[in-house]
């Protein structure tokens, strides 16, 4: 796969949940895919993982060790939230009226800070520098974002607009979509969720990847992108306002 060297359309596929117990059969064949299209994902990783449906699955021992060869590929580790459990409910009053539980919103900034700076200290113990984040299912409020900026943390792979956006300190990478779609014009990110899928998802996966071709960017290439043009910020609005409105009373 040669460079996407387009400013005006790519996609950065965002991998969540990303922890030792996953759906090691099913990474290990995106990961030989990624590899053969060079594409450079960016890894949502649960560092302190406690979901209890995600400990049902497949555990490896050797995962830091295998964050680290990802690393070393040019993969960019992100952190996606801290133990992935779910301890308070929204009632789509989070940031972006998402609606449902969540593992931050709604807790106080001493809390959000002490979740987000454990989580940073088991990927430095790895020898991980963590430059993003996304918190399970896409719930924050302002106290989530001061946190992630007192921590050292700029960049957020969630959000509406049309190309990543600069807002109150953070980046914005726009993820749209429940599943992989190509939008002929705009920089957004995917939401992969592979531990739930079966061969025939993988297949239609590899289907997508190879059908887009030279449209994929890696986590730098996507924040080269970063669109503060005043157009921008009005499309990015307008969307926003209709993605926000649909879900606030779906």
């Known amino acids: 796969m040669k460079n996407n060297t387009s400013k005006k359309q790519g ?5 969540d949940d990303i922890a030792e117990n996953m759906n090691w059969k099913l990474m ?7 590899d053969n299209l060079k594409i450079k994902p960016l890894i949502g990783v649960i560092p302190f993982n406690k979901d209890p449906e995600l400990l049902k699955l497949e555990k490896r021992d050797n995962f830091w060790v295998k964050l680290n060869e990802w690393k070393d590929k040019g993969w960019e580790i992100c952190m996606h939230g801290y ?3 779910y301890d308070n409910e929204t009632n789509k009053k989070d940031f972006f009226n998402y609606g449902g539980k969540s593992e931050f919103y709604g807790h106080s900034l001493l809390e959000q800070n002490k979740r987000i700076n454990n989580g940073l200290k088991i990927f430095n113990k790895n020898n991980l520098k963590v430059r993003s984040f996304f918190a399970p299912n896409h719930t924050y409020d302002q106290n989530t974002f001061k946190a992630l900026k007192d921590n050292g943390i700029n960049c ?6 049309i190309f990543p956006y600069k807002t109150k300190g953070i980046t914005f990478i726009p993820q749209l979509f429940y599943r992989e779609i190509m939008l002929p014009f705009g920089v957004q990110a995917t939401q992969i969720h592979l531990n739930y899928w079966n061969e025939e998802k993988f297949k239609i996966f590899s289907e997508f990847l190879l059908k887009n071709d030279r449209k ?11 669109n503060q043009s005043y157009l921008s910020k009005i499309n990015n609005f307008s969307l926003k306002l209709g993605l926000k409105s649909i879900r606030f009373f779906k």
């Open 11 to 15: 996609l950065l596929i965002r991998l």
């Open 28 to 34: 290990d064949k995106c990961e030989k895919l990624f």
């Open 83 to 85: 133990t992935h459990v």
């Open 156 to 161: 957020v792979i969630d959000g509406y607009g």
């Open 216 to 226: 994929f960017l890696s986590f730098d290439e996507t924040l080269e992108r970063t």
